[in-house]
């Protein structure tokens, strides 16, 4: 069974930093893109961040030099550091496997790890 479980959000101070983790379990973890999306109150879901199975990324522009996504597939974990957050950041950030590196997502979603920008 996929399980993919997010962790690391919290409540930041504008421009501070958090690294949020996905630990997946129950698939290849390699041969996968990933992506971290994010949803913020009364929005769709957005992909904010994707990286292939070799390792190249591509960023939306609202996080493009602030945020960072890597992989390390020895620990099947994929991570996101976030830097220079905005309260525009304030969403439940999720991860999940894609088709490519623009996505789409496929299968199940986990529960996600809020993020709170706040002064």
């Known amino acids: 069974q996929v399980q993919l479980v997010e962790s690391g959000g919290g409540l930041v101070q504008p421009g501070g930093s958090l690294r949020l983790s996905c630990a997946a379990s129950?698939?290849?973890?390699?041969?996968?893109?990933m992506g971290w999306y994010r949803q913020a109150p009364g929005k769709q879901r957005e992909l904010v961040a994707g990286?292939?199975?070799?390792?190249?990324?591509k960023y939306d522009d609202s996080v493009k030099g602030r945020f960072t996504i890597s992989r390390d597939n020895a620990k099947n974990t994929v991570y996101l550091q976030m830097n220079s957050l905005k309260p525009e950041d304030t969403a439940v950030y999720y991860c999940?496997?894609?088709?490519?590196?623009?996505?789409?997502?496929?299968?199940?979603w986990g529960q996600g790890t809020q993020v709170t920008v706040s002064s």
């Open positions: 999940n496997k894609q088709l490519s590196i623009d996505g789409p997502s496929f299968g199940s």
């Open positions: 129950g698939i290849i973890f390699s041969i996968y893109a």
């Open positions: 990286i292939s199975s070799g390792g190249s990324t």
